[in-house]
């Protein structure tokens, strides 16, 4: 289905919601610290510069670079020592999405390519690189009036990848496979593998830094591990943020049971209102499920913003949000490309 024809019922009953509660941009006072509430425009220091110890504590170690700080690689050089980085290192946009200008910096010279070609006068985050296979997006919600939150959702992302047959490159791999065929091809991402090699039978050659379904990512439902102790993990991080009350953490993982007890896995970045309910795209998934999947999740995010704004949030102005819409919209084209 076409992504216009998908988002339709999904406004429809935004309208209806707005009608009901009276605000179109009620969503913004889901998480009263964040620009917008995290529906579009905030960055990803806000969530990090938000984190207490303990949230800290669970994500990755990182840093943001303004425009002076990429002045010289000394400077550079000098806040990540800071933050405790060293090559290989993840460099992405303050403000971005679905993994646009995400890309994995090898050595200084790949950092300093990186900086050539990044806006001007946007901000760089550097992030320690997470090796780990596993994927997951942790979708958490707690009103303000309850002294507890849940996790509502976790989808597992795959990673784009082909499996070799000893006889066919990459490149043929490829292009036998629809959703390894998104990967090559695109002015916002760059392919970096040798397209002729040719893996042994069984040999899983991954694709990609990021797992987006923009370049070909699997989404699967992971319902079956969430899990008390899941919950309660989420829970003490959100919580150890300020006044976040709804969103997804990005996280990576090696051992899914482990994940399931609420252990061994890092914070990659955290989305706000403005998250998606991907495990909704699971391919098992039926249609009329995945549906009522968003729908639920938009019924959680009006109900959490209305209960905010009962304790003195007010929501953001319609014309400042479709600004700061347009601005993330025309800034995700000028990125360097994600590999």
């Known amino acids: 289905m076409p992504k216009w024809l998908i988002c339709v019922p999904l406004a429809i009953q935004w309208l209806w919601l707005s009608l009901r509660y009276g605000s179109l941009t009620l969503p913004s006072c889901a998480n009263p610290a964040i620009t917008a509430g995290g529906l579009v425009g905030e960055t990803k220091m806000e969530y990090f510069n938000s984190m207490g110890a303990t949230a800290l504590s669970c994500t990755a170690p990182h840093c943001v670079l303004t425009p002076a700080g990429r002045r010289t690689m000394d400077e550079a050089r000098s806040r990540m020592r800071a933050a405790g980085l060293d090559f290989p290192l993840i460099a992405k946009p303050d403000m971005g999405m679905c993994g646009y200008?995400?890309?994995?910096?090898?050595?200084?010279?790949?950092?300093?390519?990186?900086?050539?070609?990044?806006?001007?006068?946007?901000?760089?985050?550097?992030?320690?690189?997470?090796?780990?296979?596993g994927e997951a997006g942790i979708f958490y919600a707690r009103s303000p009036e309850c002294p507890s939150g849940r996790v509502i959702g976790l989808a597992l992302r795959y990673f784009p990848q082909v499996t070799g047959d000893g006889v066919s490159s990459i490149a043929q791999?490829?292009?036998?496979?629809?959703?390894?065929?998104?990967?090559?091809?695109?002015?916002d991402h760059q392919f970096t593998l040798d397209r002729t090699r040719v893996p042994?039978?069984?040999?899983?050659?991954?694709?990609?830094?990021?797992?987006?379904?923009?370049?070909?990512?699997?989404?699967?439902?992971?319902?079956?591990?969430?899990?008390?102790?899941?919950?309660?993990?989420?829970?003490?991080?959100?919580?150890?943020?300020?006044?976040?009350?709804f969103g997804r953490f990005d996280v990576r993982f090696d051992d899914l049971a482990l994940l399931a007890q609420g252990k061994g896995f890092r914070i990659m970045e955290v989305n706000g209102a403005g998250s998606e309910a991907i495990q909704a795209w699971d391919p098992d998934t039926g249609l009329a499920q995945a549906f009522r999947t968003i729908f639920a999740k938009q019924r959680e995010l009006f109900a959490i913003g209305s209960a905010n704004r009962a304790q003195g949030c007010r929501p953001i102005g319609l014309w400042r949000l479709a600004r700061l819409h347009f601005r993330q919209q025309k800034l995700l084209g000028t990125y360097p490309p994600s590999n």
């Open 101 to 133: 200008g995400v890309r994995l910096i090898a050595d200084q010279a790949a950092l300093q390519g990186y900086f050539e070609s990044y806006p001007r006068q946007e901000d760089v985050v550097l992030q320690q690189y997470l090796p780990n296979e």
């Open 173 to 187: 791999l490829m292009r036998a496979d629809p959703r390894a065929r998104r990967v090559d091809g695109r002015a």
């Open 200 to 245: 042994p039978p069984g040999h899983v050659v991954r694709l990609s830094t990021v797992g987006s379904v923009r370049i070909g990512g699997l989404y699967r439902d992971g319902q079956p591990y969430i899990t008390l102790a899941l919950a309660r993990a989420i829970d003490a991080i959100a919580r150890d943020m300020t006044a976040f009350h």
